[in-house]
């Protein structure tokens, strides 16, 4: 019996000393493993989501930056188109009235999008007065006809004078200044457009500057001549852009 109870011990302490070995030797450093496989796996995951998060960034961004450039590219493609229509405009109106431009009395200049015809006011209006002269009706005529035809921008009229002031009595009654002679006048061409050309009312502006813009020296009696004149300025209509040139805020 005693025998027996030594043998049951040495096999018991055999079995805790495999079952120690296992769990020492084999079930802590899978255990350990698993927990490192875990760990590494979840900062994989951290870096996948990053990752993704990242590219969702670069995408959002590469997509903002080809709208911008569709942007650019078609507000590019709008100012050539309106740069070679103001090109087109000055050409026709070169060969209408290229005998008033050869007699001084006309002249034609271009800047980038805009476009100005600038006419003497003596072939326009008498000394005073506001009534178109009957060549100044044919040289508006041919004016208007050209304007007409251009699409999507404004008709600025400018009234002009030298620094001469109204003494004229019968005239200073009416036109105190010559910012009521340059804005009644630039009123008149305006008026004969929209009546006599067609041209519709909502691209047409009037507006008188006086002595206050001159383009010559009011001294001698050219200049004078030089300043006295009605501009008429060809501009792109940015009052109300279309949907696509607008830009968000």
Do not use: C
Request: charged share 35%; net charge negative.
């Amino acid at each position: 019996m005693k025998y027996l109870a030594i043998f049951l011990a040495l096999i018991i302490v055999a079995a805790a000393t495999v079952g120690g070995y296992f769990y020492l030797f084999k079930y802590v450093p899978a255990i350990s493993e698993l927990e490192s496989n875990e760990s590494e796996i979840f900062q994989l995951e951290k870096n996948i989501a990053k990752a993704k998060a990242d590219r969702d960034v670069m995408e959002a961004r590469l997509n903002e930056a080809n709208s911008k450039i569709g942007e650019l590219t078609a507000k590019d493609e709008s100012k050539t188109e309106t740069v070679n229509e103001i090109e087109e405009t000055y050409n026709e109106l070169i060969n209408k009235l290229k005998e008033e431009i050869d007699e001084g009395q006309i002249e034609i200049t271009t800047l980038k999008e805009e476009l100005t015809v600038n006419v003497l006011d003596k072939i326009l209006f008498d000394s005073g007065k506001t009534k178109i002269k009957p060549e100044g009706l044919d040289v508006l005529k041919k004016v208007g006809d050209i304007l007409k035809k251009t699409e999507g921008k404004l008709i600025i009229i400018e009234g002009h004078t030298d620094d001469v002031p109204i003494l004229n009595p019968t005239v200073k009654k009416k036109y105190p200044t010559n910012w009521e002679l340059s804005t009644a006048r630039a009123t008149t061409v305006v008026r004969y457009l929209q009546d006599q050309s067609r041209i519709d009312p909502k691209r047409l502006i009037a507006t008188g500057y006086s002595k206050y813009s001159p383009v010559a020296d009011n001294s001698p009696d050219e200049g004078k001549s030089r300043n006295r004149r009605i501009e008429i300025v060809l501009k792109p209509d940015k009052r109300h852009p279309k949907p696509d040139e607008i830009t968000p805020e």
